[in-house]
T-cell receptor
Framework: AQRVTQPEKLLSVFKGAPVELKCNYS??????LFWYVQYSRQRLQLLLR?????SIKGFTADLNKGETSFHLKKPFAQEEDSAMYYC?????????WGAGTKLIIKP | DTGVSQNPRHKITKRGQNVTFRCDPI?????LYWYRQTLGQGPEFLTY????????KSRLLSDRFSAERPKGSFSTLEIQRTEQGDSAMYLC?????????????FGPGTRLTVL
C-alpha cells in the first residue's frame, strides 16, 4: 500500500536550533517525494521535491530508500519557519499525503 | 490574481441539502485535482481531470459526489444529500504537465460545514 507517515503532529524548537521533520513512506516502485508548507492563513505551496536536490529557504531533504525516509532538515531555525509541513508521495496521478507536522519556532 | 481560485470560501448547509463548489485553475493548466482535508489530517485525493476528462476517482468519492470540468476550464464539485461527515476543507489544485508530474498549485479551499 502507498502510505506516508509523519510521526510528529507538533514540533517545537528554539530559534537558531536545528530542525528535523520526519517523513517515512511505503511505496513499491521508485518514489517521488515532496515537502509542502502551509503558512498561517495561506494556501499550500511546494517547498521542495527530492528529484531537484535543492535547498529552499535553508531546508534540505534527502531520500533514503533503505530507510524509506525523506526527512526535512534545516540547521538553524528561524521564526518565519513556523508553519504546517506536509510530506507527500506521488501516486499514479495524485499526491498521497502525510498528516502533517506543525512546526513552532520559539523566540 | 493569477492563482487557483475557489468559490465559495465557506459554506454552511443543513444535512440533506445539496452543495456545489467551483474551482478556477491557472489558465494554461490542463490538470485539475480535488482533495478533501479534515482536521488534523493531510489532504485526501478525490478526483483528477486531464483537460475535460475525469481520469481517476478515489473510492472516497461516493455516488453522492460528482465532479465536472466542462471544456477543460473551471471545475465543479457537487455533493448531494450532504451528511455531517462531509464537513471538511475541499481543496482544488492544478498543474501543467503531460506524462510526468508537475508542481500542483493549490487554491485557498472551500470550508464546508454540515449542520
Amino acid at each position: 500500500a502507498q502510505r506516508v507517515t509523519q510521526p510528529e503532529k507538533l514540533l517545537s524548537v528554539f530559534k537558531g536550533a536545528p530542525v528535523e521533520l520526519k517523513c517515512n513512506y511505503s511505496y513499491s516502485g521508485s518514489p517521488e517525494l515532496f515537502w509542502y508548507v502551509q503558512y498561517s492563513r495561506q494556501r499550500l505551496q511546494l517547498l521542495l521535491r527530492h528529484i531537484s536536490r535543492e535547498s529552499i529557504k535553508g531546508f534540505t531533504a534527502d531520500l533514503n530508500k533503505g530507510e524509506t525516509s525523506f526527512h526535512l532538515k534545516k540547521p538553524f531555525a528561524q521564526e518565519e519557519d513556523s508553519a504546517m509541513y506536509y510530506c507527500a508521495l506521488k501516486g499514479n496521478y495524485q499526491l498521497i499525503w502525510g498528516a502533517g507536522t506543525k512546526l513552532i519556532i520559539k523566540p | 490574481d493569477t492563482g487557483v481560485s475557489q468559490n465559495p470560501r465557506h459554506k454552511i448547509t443543513k444535512r440533506g441539502q445539496n452543495v456545489t463548489f467551483r474551482c478556477d485553475p491557472i489558465s494554461e493548466h490542463n490538470r485539475l485535482y480535488w482533495y478533501r482535508q479534515t482536521l488534523g489530517q493531510g489532504p485526501e485525493f478525490l478526483t483528477y481531470f486531464q483537460n475535460e476528462a475525469q481520469l481517476e476517482k478515489s473510492r472516497l468519492l461516493s455516488d453522492r459526489f460528482s465532479a465536472e470540468r466542462p471544456k477543460g476550464s473551471f471545475s465543479t464539485l457537487e455533493i448531494q444529500r450532504t451528511e455531517q461527515g462531509d464537513s471538511a476543507m475541499y481543496l482544488c489544485a492544478s498543474s501543467l504537465g503531460a506524462a510526468s508530474y508537475n508542481e500542483q498549485f493549490f487554491g485557498p479551499g472551500t470550508r464546508l460545514t454540515v449542520l
